[in-house]
């Protein structure tokens, strides 16, 4: 059963930077294309950006330049770096592979961008 655990969100505020981490089990998470999501209220929950097994990144336009995501297999985690953060950042955000599988979707962890 493979699960993520998201953590790192917090309180920020603009212009601020925060680092999540989202921790995996299951023995095949090196083989998976990896995404951060995220949900602001009242929203469809949408694809901010994703990591390939092999490291190819890709960004939504609106983040570009301004996150990063990256991975460590061994650790079976992925980040994001989330730097320059506006309050239209503010959302929960989940980690889950791409595609995704829903019964795959954590908790979240809750960003909020605010003076």
């Known amino acids: 059963q493979v699960q993520f655990v998201e953590s790192g969100g917090g309180l920020v505020q603009p212009g601020g930077s925060l680092r999540l981490s989202c921790a995996a089990s299951?023995?095949?998470?090196?083989?998976?294309?990896m995404g951060w999501y995220r949900q602001a209220p009242g929203k469809q929950r949408e694809l901010v950006a994703h990591i390939t097994s092999d490291g190819i990144t890709n960004y939504q336009d609106s983040v570009k330049g301004r996150f990063t995501i990256s991975r460590d297999n061994a650790k079976k985690t992925v980040y994001l770096q989330m730097n320059s953060l506006k309050p239209e950042d503010t959302a929960v955000y989940y980690c889950?592979?791409?595609?995704?599988?829903?019964?795959?979707w954590g908790q979240g962890t809750q960003v909020t961008v605010s003076s």
């Open positions: 299951g023995d095949i998470f090196r083989i998976y294309t």
């Open positions: 889950n592979r791409r595609p995704t599988i829903p019964t795959y």
